[in-house]
């Protein structure tokens, strides 16, 4: 299974963007990065997922590198709700069933 | 109002004892995954299941089983052969292929 790498945590001042950084060099061709937030005791909720274009939605956008070796989760105004776990994820496609393998994410904290 | 439920929320059981986590999901989903998380680590696959009355080891299956013998239901047993079973345990499930994954709230088991 190809393995993510991400920073331990990052702050953020409220209102302010955020750009979460995600490194994925042994990503094969057919796998979608998926994002992911966990808050204090509850579970993960989905953000966004990508093959190869960039991708927004109301929650995030998602900046995947051309050689697709690293990825960017970016929230364009933090708020404090914002504050949580962020995994990236790699899934491969063709396995089918999803099988999400979860690293240790980043943690963001969002200053007043 | 769809979507997957864990119970209970709360679980105390004596060392020694089996324990059965419930997990229930109504969108329809085939797939349906168990994690595991420690404070302050991320989540570890312990069971997935891609189709009814089928499912495979994750990456800490030992002293776990699991059955899903309804697309709905997708219960885990902890056995008295799990060395260290206090943990928060969480029930996700997804369409196959896959697109993401939706979370319950969560078990949290405390063995005493």
């Known amino acids: 299974d190809a393995k993510t790498t991400q920073p331990n945590s990052m702050e953020s001042n409220e209102e302010e963007p955020v750009h979460l950084p995600c490194n994925h060099s042994t990503i094969s061709g057919t796998d979608y990065i998926h994002w992911y937030r966990q808050l204090p005791s509850q579970g993960p909720e989905y953000v966004i997922h990508g093959l190869t274009s960039n991708v927004n939605n109301r929650m995030a956008s998602l900046a995947i590198a051309e050689d697709r070796k690293s990825s960017t989760l970016i929230l364009h105004r933090a708020t404090l709700r914002d504050a949580a776990v962020y995994y990236c994820?790699?899934?491969?496609?063709?396995?089918?069933?999803?099988?999400?393998?979860f690293g240790q994410g980043t943690e963001l904290s969002v200053k007043p | 109002d769809g979507g997957i439920t864990q119970s209970p929320k709360y679980l105390f059981r004596k060392e020694g004892q089996n324990v059965t986590l419930s997990c229930e999901q109504n969108l329809n989903h085939d797939a349906m995954y168990w994690y595991r998380q420690d404070p302050g680590q991320g989540l570890r696959l312990i069971y997935y299941s891609q189709i009814v009355n089928d499912f495979q080891k994750g990456d800490i299956a030992e002293g776990y089983s699991v059955s899903r013998e309804k697309k709905e239901s997708f219960p885990l047993t902890v056995t008295s052969a799990q060395k260290n079973p206090t943990a928060f345990y969480l029930c996700a499930s997804g369409t196959v292929p896959f697109a993401e994954a939706f979370f319950g709230q969560g078990t949290r088991l405390t063995v005493v």
């Open positions: 994820i790699l899934d491969p496609f063709y396995n089918q069933g999803g099988k999400l393998i």
